[in-house]
């Protein structure tokens, strides 16, 4: 790839399950059909491993036994034990610890107790980084929140966290002030390829009849080589006719998502955290119709946002 | 030397010459481009894959539009009430747009052509509508570019009989029609298309009409259609020969390498064609050698840059394998491959610019 800056590879895992059909998982790993030829194959742990330990990325995650959030019952037990029981065969076929760092996934569905037994297992392992996984399934929000808030007061302070499959940014603030540091999400580039482009007030769909004589940049807020370039008049005829249209979105949202994360850390840095989410949530809502949830989990995290629940003034 | 024409808006200066070729300077009202000159073709207000940035990396001057695509989407009048197409754009260089009548006729079933203009079926609703010398004029006066083409009646090449004949001459009537309906005299100008098929008298007749409206600059048409190759460069060679020394000349759709090297040594200045971006989206990169299949299962163990010789930043950060994988599955492949593949033309355009310049030119 030519790519100079780190790489985190996933364990191949999630896709599996999610894109193969009749893929099932096992005590072994993950047994699937070939999409090449059909055949049944199998995904071991080790296997896992070993692929990304020839891919060489930074960081590499465990493979998991992931279920969906909306499911209940014994299988959501049943997947965390596994879990606990395969990054023991993660860690052992582990050949490049000095290069590559191995996370483990909480899982546990949405149950605290499971929770917080995958949690003091893999803490027990003193792995160099943790990964909240099982989340962005279509639990309620509700639900989502406190299961992060849970983990990250489970997970030790001196070591990443990471949720995994996070990338609205609303979601992002709100799992920052509860303690996680890292993401990831094909949305923002997805969304972009449907004409979607992420902005300080929200979601500007560019395929509406009005963004045809829209001659403003996408974000007037934004500094992005694309917001410099073109206005929201010219990305309307491009978006879902021209590859062009995905890209110029895409380059923005990326933009967007780092601008985010650079706000995220420099407020932070200089002491001024609650004042960017309040400012946050008060562009995302103007008129103050900041979701409970979201209310919610503020609280817990200590922030003040008392203010974003009045209606902006015109 | 420059001629005076009544509707100009450039100035062309031959720098240097070698017999019949010519390195030259256009400057037009929003650019001063270099000749010999390849212009990527830029469709519908994008050239496929690549920004402005990128664009003006390159060193691309002289973008072509396609006026039938602009006037679908986004619209003449939108890009009226906007400014035209460099402001909708924000391309700060210069803009071509052809007159539209080429891909209505290659792209519409019952395309028709009589002498009032091309009559077609609307591609929105299949009604019946007419596109005249006049309407094509009015719509690429609204577009803005720097340089705008007449309504030709053109032919395929590998069309004989009376029909090449009619053409030529309906070409020669379209033209005062288009003269007449130009709006912007001083600030588009209004290029004459030569047209007579392969017949070398017909082509006489339409470059002394032409010459004599006094035209800002001249294309040679109707070829690049199928033609023999050796029919498609006495054509060349015989128009260029026929058309005044101090004004640009534009063989329209030539894209092939050899080609626009031929047709610039038998005196061409300007050059368009849509193939080095659509050869790039079926993974050809356009290298020294020719042209590198990428899709070949060779590639997927070669790891050296498209082309040794070329220091654009695809062949600077990636490697034929990487490509490999890229093209005809990831657009990031069409993408790539295009950004090289311009920058390959580009390159071939500065190099026939200052090997004719510096006295070099047979080298």
Known sequence: MNWPRALLTDSGGFQMVSLLHLADITEEGVTFQSPVDGKPMLLTPEDSIQIQNKIGADIIMALDDVVK????????????????RWIDRCIAAHSRP?????????QGGLDPQLRDICLE????????????????????????????????AGLPEDKPRYVMGIGFPL?????????????????????????????????????????????RPLDSSCTCMVCKRYTRAYLHTLVTKEAMGSQLVSYHNISHMMQLSRNLHSSILEGRFPEFVQSFLQKQFPKGDVPDWVCNA?????????????????
């Not at 000095?98 to 909480?106: K, S, Y």
């Not at 390829?193 to 007030?201: I, N, T």
């Open 121 to 152: 297992g893999l803490v027990a392992r003193n792995l160099p980084g943790y990964a909240i996984g099982g989340l962005a399934g279509g639990e309620g929000k509700d639900a989502f929140w406190r299961v992060v808030a849970q983990c990250t």
């Open 171 to 215: 979601d992002i603030v709100v799992c920052t002030a509860l303690g996680a540091d890292m993401y990831d999400c094909v949305y923002p580039t997805r969304t972009a390829r449907f004409g979607s482009a992420l902005v300080s007030e929200g979601v500007l769909r560019l395929t509406h009849a009005a963004m045809a004589t829209d001659y």
């Open 298 to 314: 503020m609280d817990v995290a200590g922030i003040d946002i008392s203010m974003c629940r009045i209606p902006q003034s015109a």
């Open 98 to 106: 000095h290069e590559q760092n191995l996370f483990g996934i909480v």
């Open 69 to 84: 959030t909306t499911t209940t019952g014994p299988r959501v037990e049943e997947a965390m034990y596994r879990t606990l």
